[in-house]
């Protein structure tokens, strides 16, 4: 088994939770760096536009989506709403065993953790024959991520839903020269009808945060094979954050995809 460094974090706004995973990214430069697992939340509910995404494809939402918060993600993919729900980030050095040049592998093991916790009505989304169910697309579809399909996304049936599922949980990949960030969401909850999806606590009523990061760390531990040892952040790693923070704070970064730290 490999020893990983699991981190939990309190909820936190959108600059702040993408300057730290992004700073965890950036720190994992080394085959011999350790693995880390990151669960957090999000306060205020913000959105999160994917990188393609334009400004303009928020402004074209209803007055409850366009006045929420906004901050761009490095990874692709539609806008995401955070609001009750769990988000997980993993990183791990390129060249991790774990995905030996198979970085799609890291979607799949996730989301084996995922559907192990969840109950067995989740399932991976999977492809029909002629493959047109399988959006493999970043760059393209619905505004919401939840309303795109991947294969590997975990969806849930649903009559009333597009093509008869639900999607539950997705993620998405940075990729860089050293290491992977892999981040995606979990809902526990929906209290916004404009973002359409499936929850956990409709399939099981689980309470609250905390009791969802303690269920999913054992099955995200057993799916990676990994000892996660809890950690918290040190000085410099948050001190690396601030400059990521403000990039991810500033109008340059959100509107224009210009990177400034």
Known sequence: MTDARLLIDPPLAGPANMARDEALLAACT??????????????PATISLGYFQTIDELHSQPPAIRELPVVRR???????????????????PIDHPLI????????????????AVVGSRAQRFGCDESGESCDSSSQRGPFFCFARRHALDVVVPDADAPGGFAKLAGSAQRRTRTAILQHGSIMLDSRFTEQTVATWRGLDDVQGLDVAVDRLT???ARAMNWTLTPDSWRDEELAAAKPFERMYA????????????
């Open 30 to 43: 080394a085959p011999s760096n350790r693995p880390t697992l990151r669960f957090y939340a999000w306060s």
């Open 74 to 92: 490095t990874t692709g993919g539609g806008a995401i709403l955070h609001d009750l729900e769990v988000t997980y980030s993993i990183v791990v």
């Open 100 to 115: 030996a040049g198979r970085p799609n592998r890291l979607y799949e093991l996730a989301h084996e953790a995922i559907i």
């Open 218 to 220: 054992p099955c995200f």
């Open 250 to 261: 500033s109008d340059a970064w959100t509107i224009h995809r210009e990177r400034h730290t």
